[in-house]
């Protein structure tokens, strides 16, 4: 357990010393709230099945 411990901190302070130096970052842009990647689903022809 307290090697797991130890390499974890070491991943997180070598990503975070990275992202310090670092000029650029990308991020996802978020998605407005109405917006729906997928169009709603419709009954598909199943009659009988409510």
Do not use: C, Q, Y
């Not at 390499?7 to 975070?16: D, F, G, P, R």
């Not at 842009?29 to 990647?37: D, I, L, T, V």
């Amino acid at each position: 357990p307290t090697k797991v411990s130890r390499v974890a901190l070491e991943n997180a302070a070598s990503i975070a010393a990275m992202l310090l130096t670092t000029e650029v970052v990308l991020a996802d842009e978020p998605e407005e709230a109405g917006a729906s990647a997928h169009p709603p689903m419709g009954g598909g022809g199943m009659g009988g099945m409510m």
